[in-house]
């Protein structure tokens, strides 16, 4: 809204459209004394995912399939009550809604490429484990019959 701290920036240049997050306040169960109980502190912020045109088409896929657990028709949600300010509250939903957004829309890890273990190492440890396995042979009772 008017006099937030400035865009939430997802990754790069892509951000959180301020026309398309919906904000709803409520009575907070959080931190404070009585004036607290008058107030509308808690924050929910809704973004609809599923109809944006703020992420490239790549991103939205990608954000949609890795968040399908807590999306609701295409729309997810971000609660913050921890403070007691409505104004940090509405800081801390859009900052968790950008770190949420940008986590679903990165990247997959590239494969992990297997590397070979070279054949020197692998004789070292064979022949460690020889010599560990004689000390211990040496320690035991010899059987005198």
Excluded: C, Y
């Amino acid at each position: 809204m008017d006099g937030m701290s400035g865009p939430h920036v997802i990754r790069g240049s892509v951000s959180l459209p301020e026309a398309e997050l919906v904000w709803r306040f409520s009575r907070s169960s959080g931190p404070g004394g009585q004036h607290v109980n008058t107030t509308d502190t808690a924050v929910e912020l809704r973004f609809d995912l599923a109809r944006t045109e703020a992420l490239p088409e790549v991103w939205k896929r990608r954000a949609l399939e890795r968040l399908a657990g807590r999306l609701t028709d295409g729309v997810v949600t971000v609660r913050a009550s921890e403070h007691r300010s409505q104004w940090r509250n509405r800081e801390a939903a859009a900052v968790r809604l950008a770190s949420l957004l940008a986590e679903a829309t990165a990247p997959p890890p590239k494969p992990r490429r297997p590397t070979r273990i070279p054949r020197g190492i692998n004789e070292r440890r064979l022949r460690e484990k020889k010599q560990r396995s004689e000390t211990k042979r040496g320690r035991s009772p010899k059987n005198w019959d």
